[in-house]
């Protein structure tokens, strides 16, 4: 196994917020010894005493990490966000200060696409109005408004990581898929793009959009495109709260244009479970509404901890800054039977140079170099044959150049 500069057992990981057990499995599996997690936040002068004895942190949305908390983070080298937000950490202050940030993105877009086939189902076969009848004690038998799924046209919008994923388990149910993107995509099984959105909008019986917040999605679905869609046919939407034009598509659904939605995202959303509630969708027959929970499932948390974990752990122990969310990323071979130097700087003109002197002026080959540059922040990874007995003396020197952020050396 590699040894670091600091070794395995000295490296102080703090986990906040509860983050889950497979991420402190996790750690334990690759030799961290030295992982503490607390169950809840911490209040900002706690905070910033853990921080200063911290290598490692992992936080998840409660915690803000301002450039003020991170410059007085000495010890701190990488951060995770165990969760798919990053806002909640000032990027650029832990960018100029060499600390990567990993996250994991993706790790709930199976959840999301699971929510909304099920939802698909339900909102064909008319279940919110018949359960919420059964409910209050009415017996509502009959097939009248009830359909398949198999054979209807799905049109999705937004054909990207949850979109595809949609896309590959509606194929399974029988669904005929259509999807719309602004970028090319690869197509998974038999879908088909349409050429525009207004197409799709035509010829789809259940519209499900899975795009992000941008400035042309902002009410990219509104009283127009609602017009546009098939008579009888169901939104739903579990992308972004400001997608969809609420007060149109309670229109369309009580004037019986559309026949069902299911909405997850509001364009706002109560903080705590103490805050009320208010949707002008509430009290509509046929309508999922659901609290931001598209992406909420215990795999969910699992898979956000391993991979954070993971993406850290790689990082310590190799250098590879692959994930980041702020720092340029190099992904690096395996490390065998070579010492390896990582040096993050600002790019200045003449720092490679400094950097390469330090090697050549002992006579040591370099094995291999990996250049990565934002044009504001460099990261420099130099690989030397055999275990570089200068190692320590090496590190000093690379330090020293003015340009230098931080430098790690890894045996
Ligand atoms: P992604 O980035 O993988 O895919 C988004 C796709 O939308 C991309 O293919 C992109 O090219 C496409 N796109 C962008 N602008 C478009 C436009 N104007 N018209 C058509 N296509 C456009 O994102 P991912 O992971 O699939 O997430 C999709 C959405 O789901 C995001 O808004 C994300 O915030 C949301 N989300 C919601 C969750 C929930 O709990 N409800 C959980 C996770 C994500």
């Known amino acids: 196994m590699t040894r670091l500069t600091l070794a395995r057992d000295k490296i102080r990981v703090l986990l906040l917020e509860g983050v889950h057990d497979s991420a402190v499995a996790t750690f334990a599996a690759a030799g961290y010894g030295q992982v503490e997690r607390l169950d809840g936040a911490l209040d900002r002068d706690e905070l910033a005493e853990r921080l200063a004895s911290a290598h490692i942190v992992g936080i998840r949305s409660r915690t803000q990490l301002d450039g003020e908390l991170l410059r007085g983070a000495s010890k701190l080298f990488a951060i995770g966000t165990f969760c798919i937000g990053v806002n909640q950490v000032d990027l650029d202050a832990a960018r100029l200060l060499g600390v990567p940030v990993f996250n994991a993105p993706y790790a709930n877009t199976r959840s999301v696409a ?77 879908a088909q793009p349409c050429t525009s959105l207004d197409e799709l909008l035509t010829i789809s019986d259940i519209v499900t959009l899975h795009v992000p917040a941008t400035e042309l999605t902002q009410g990219m679905i509104g009283a ?18 400001d997608v969809v034009d609420l007060d149109a598509l309670a229109e369309a659904l009580r004037g019986g244009h559309l ?52 993406k ?3 990082y310590s122990d190799s250098g590879s800054t692959q994930g980041a969310v702020n720092l ?3 992904s690096l071979p395996v490390q065998r039977d070579r010492t390896r130097f990582l040096h993050i700087h600002h790019d200045r003109p003449g720092v490679l140079a400094a950097v390469n002197r330090a090697f050549s002026s002992r006579d040591l080959n370099i094995a291999g170099q990996y250049l990565r540059t934002d044009g504001q922040v460099g990261y420099v990874v130099i690989d030397v044959h ?4 200068e190692g320590a003396e ?18």
């Open 259 to 310: 026949s069902g939605a299911a909405v997850d995202v509001f364009p706002t959303e109560p903080t705590s479970a103490a805050a009320v509630f208010s949707s002008q969708l509430q009290g509509l027959d046929n309508v999922i509404l659901t609290p931001h929970i598209g992406g909420n499932t215990e795999e969910a948390q699992e898979g956000i901890g391993r991979e954070v974990a993971d």
């Open 312 to 314: 850290l752990i790689r």
């Open 114 to 190: 699971e929510l909304v086939i099920g939802e698909i189902i339900l909102l064909q076969r008319r279940v919110p109005w018949l359960s919420a009848l059964a409910h209050a004690g009415v017996w509502q038998k009959g097939a009248r408004g009830a359909h398949e799924v198999r054979g209807k046209v799905l049109g999705i919008v937004g054909y990207g990581h949850i979109g595809s994923q949609v896309s590959a388990l509606a194929e399974a149910f029988g669904l005929q898929v259509r999807y719309h993107d602004i970028e090319p995509k690869l197509t998974l099984g038999n």
């Open 328 to 330: 340029v990323e190099v």
């Open 386 to 389: 055999g275990q570089a007995e």
């Open 224 to 241: 127009n495109e609602i017009a546009r869609m098939k008579a009888g046919a169901l939104l739903i939407n579990a992308s972004r709260g």
């Open 394 to 411: 090496i590190k000093a020197e690379l330090e020293a150049i003015d340009a230098t952020i931080r430098v790690r050396f890894l045996f």
